[in-house]
């Protein structure tokens, strides 16, 4: 069996570890992989001193970034939209609200950050009601915004 290599992470790695952290992989993929890419580096006492500044930078930036996601989060979820479209008696719309008329309608609320990309729905809402919107701020954080559709008076 081959030994392990001790290398330290210069960046963020999914599935192996944070900047600063020293973890243990094959000969072969540090080698092959990590160092060519500047990913890693040996794990040596001196560079433990430098990754350790750096990673206290990083963490005051993350720490930062979290703080403004929040916010951006608590923003979005206070939010009530509300539209109207022509609807049966039986309360279906004759058309659809999509993902695009929710993005614009955060927009027209002043949230014109928001793109169609980041409405998430499973299908275009057909009925008349009260609908939660999953809104995709950053990552794996989403804000619910609800959604009222009311049908137009003909």
Known sequence: MARKLEVLLRENLKNLGKCGDVVRVAPG????????????????DENKKLMSRRRVRLDAEEAKRNAEIDARVAALAGLALSTSGKADEGGHLYGSVSAATVAELLHKAGQGAVTEKDVRLDAP??????????????????????????????
């Open 125 to 154: 809402l057909k009925t008349v009601g009260t609908h939660a919107v999953k809104i995709h701020v950053f990552g794996d954080r989403y804000a619910d915004v609800q959604v009222t559709i009311t049908a137009e008076a003909s």
């Open 29 to 44: 993929y540090a080698r092959n992989f990590l160092f060519p890419r500047r990913l890693a580096t040996e794990a040596s």
